[in-house]
Antibody, heavy 117, light 112 residues
């Protein structure tokens, strides 16, 4: 069974930093691209960032470019999202997602990031 | 970015009755490999999204056959043949053909 378990979400002040982690199991982690998708309270889903299977290509939505860094450790089956210069509009539930061409196969349960003073 | 527009945004349905959700994309979600990467996800209250349909009409395993997807070009539809209580939630379409992937606004299905 595929499992994606996110962690690291918490309350942080504007301008602060945070690192999210996603521990994967139940599939060959190194074979898949992985994405982060977020959902602000009561809002729709928004793609945030993606990384290819071996980690040498990364992608970001415009609003997080230069502030967020996605990475992965295939030896630990773990995906990361380093977040800095956080803003109140980054407040959301952040999902780790297993991706294949054109689709999202599996989602984690999400980790909540709240940016507030 | 490709804009995905869903309608209606709110869908009250009587148990046992059919329901349909429309999704229109600003550009075709057909990829260079010939596949049309149009997906449907269900998000039940308090849960993560789960995929129901991929490539327009392919139903995921463990998804009841009352769910079906159809469409082509820029117009797509998710149909539930007979709504059950467990179908309450928000439904999203998503295109995965063009970068970045984009989602519709979501359609909230509730029981009348």
């Amino acid at each position: 069974e595929v499992q994606l378990v996110e962690s690291g979400g918490t309350l942080v002040q504007p301008g602060g930093s945070l690192r999210l982690s996603c521990l994967a199991s139940g599939f060959t982690f190194r074979a898949y691209s992985m994405h982060w998708v977020r959902q602000a309270p009561g809002k729709e889903l928004q793609y945030v960032s993606a990384i290819n299977s071996n980690g040498d290509r990364t992608f970001y939505t415009d609003s997080v470019k230069g502030r967020f860094t996605i990475s992965r450790d295939n030896s630990k089956s773990t995906l990361y999202l380093q977040m800095s210069s956080l803003r109140p509009d980054d407040t959301a539930l952040y999902y780790c997602v297993r991706a294949e061409t054109g689709t999202y196969n599996d989602w984690g349960q999400g980790t909540l990031v709240t940016v507030s003073s | 970015d490709v804009v995905m527009t869903q309608s209606p945004l709110s869908l009250p349905v009587t148990l046992g009755q059919p329901a349909s959700i429309s999704c229109r994309s600003s550009q075709s979600p057909e990829y260079s490999d010939g596949n049309t990467y149009l997906n449907w996800f269900q998000q039940r209250p308090g849960q993560s999204p789960r995929r129901l349909i991929y490539k327009v009409s392919n139903r995921d395993s463990r998804v009841p056959d009352r769910f079906s997807g159809s469409g082509s070009g820029t117009d797509f539809t998710l149909t539930i043949s007979r709504v059950e209580a467990e179908d309450v939630g928000i439904y999203y379409c998503m295109q995965g053909a063009q970068w970045p992937v984009t989602f519709g606004q979501g359609t909230k299905l509730e029981i009348k």
